[in-house]
């Protein structure tokens, strides 16, 4: 649940973030910034903010910008309609992300979890990206990411996203944003 | 066939182009940039420049770069692999670009077709795309586009690419570039 004001004041501070890296997005597409708190009503922390281009039967694309030391946090993409989880590779555009994958454990990593949530953080293999840098994660694997001191945005390109069906590690999570009036 | 020196020269104008709009690609990228002059050895007017993101057997990023009056020709993508053929989404990032795809036709169309192969262009309904617009053209449909007076950057987010398959009007032209050493 998260407050109509504190919503559309992060549906601004995003609109800045897009326009200091030069990416024009539509009246239409601005009024629809989707602001996702997760339910946990932490937006600062812990949620991510997107724009979707498109989402059709077969692709999609998005931007998602992450503020300064913000965490999208830990999930996965499960199967769906017989066919294999959501293939989802991150382009960082602008900024720094950090994302966390299945893999060897990074020793020191760059980041931590949201206080708190620690126990649901369990996927420590880092990759960096900053601008031009991309990566392609697996379907169906678990995996975070956090936005550097800037913050960052990042294209996706992926397949079909269905994101109702998202596997998130932390029960509390709920994907569906609810804003009170 | 493109000699090599030109080819060169038309990597660095595309170079420019994408700092212009502030789109950052790594070194890698940017020895890999894509010149297709589609065998008609005629560049300036007919073919188009492209960054390739990834093309996996799910999805496809890409950003077409159009010079100023530069038009991709008239072409279709058919279904293969028992799937329909490639879904694509044009998203105009900077400049301007003119689309036309199968529909009504539009009287006082902006653009004409490359001297000499007007017989190639066939459909002509037009569709404008600013910064922040963008259209998405049903598999297996004629298409062809071109730049405006300042050329164009389109990200386009689709299906798997499978250009070697792809149909032209034009039966002179080659989808894979040979450069003349």
Known sequence: MIERAEYEKIVERTLGYLKRAHIVITPEEAKNVEVADLGLNDIQNTGLQLVVYLNTARCCAKELILFPGQTCPQHRHPPAGGQAGKEETFRCRWGKVYLYVEGPKTQNPKCSPP???????????????????????????????????????????????????????????????????
Chains 1, 2 share one sequence.
């Open 115 to 181: 206080k708190g949530s620690e126990q649901y953080y369990t996927v420590w293999h880092e990759v960096q990206l900053a601008p031009g840098q991309q990566y392609t994660l697996e379907p169906n694997t678990w995996h975070w990411f956090q936005g550097g001191p800037e913050g960052a945005i990042i294209s996706e390109f992926s397949t079909t996203s269905r994101d109702e069906i998202d596997v998130f590690s932390d029960p509390n999570i709920k994907r569906q944003t609810e804003i009170a009036d």
